[in-house]
């Protein structure tokens, strides 16, 4: 969460992939629904496949029924963290730490439009520009091109 300069609120959904570390989406909006949370992942999902498991807090955004069920009908399974308990989340948390950090605590966003506008680029460059070191200081776009090619090399020889 954050605020514009006028002390309205916003609200950040970050998605993180917990393999490559890529920050998939950040939505910026004033408020966050459940529909709101179902509408970003259907898109993810489109873009990327449907991941086995979606871990999070226990937000009432993903709590509620209509995310549940839209999950379990996709065939996406639920790891709830337990409240207080961040460790469990860790890559989420250090996502988190870092977009505060580098950029949330640096900012004040004077509209809507600019904090969009200012969190896709921060995303752009966490994901492209922005080596880490759990994967060996690569960016995460790095570590998806390698891992692609990995995969692809694996499969042409048949093992």
Known sequence: MD???????LKMLPVVDEFTRECLDIEVARHLTARD???????LFTEHG???FIR?????????????????????????IEPGAPW????S???NSRFRDELLDR????????AKVLVADYRRYYNAERPHSSLGYQTPAAFV??????INSVSQTGS
Not at 3 to 9: F, L, P
Not at 37 to 43: A, K, M, Q, S
Not at 108 to 114: G, I, R
């Open 3 to 9: 605020q514009t300069e006028d002390g309205r609120r």
């Open 37 to 43: 949370v179902i509408t970003v992942l259907e898109r």
């Open 50 to 52: 449907a991941p086995n």
């Open 56 to 80: 999070s807090d226990n937000g009432p955004e993903f709590i509620a029924n209509t995310i549940k069920d839209w999950l379990q009908k996709s065939g996406v399974a639920t790891l709830y």
């Open 88 to 91: 469990q989340n860790a890559y």
């Open 93 to 95: 948390e250090s996502f």
């Open 107 to 114: 900012e004040v966003f004077a509209t809507l439009t600019e």
């Open 145 to 150: 091109v390698a891992q692609n090619q990995t």
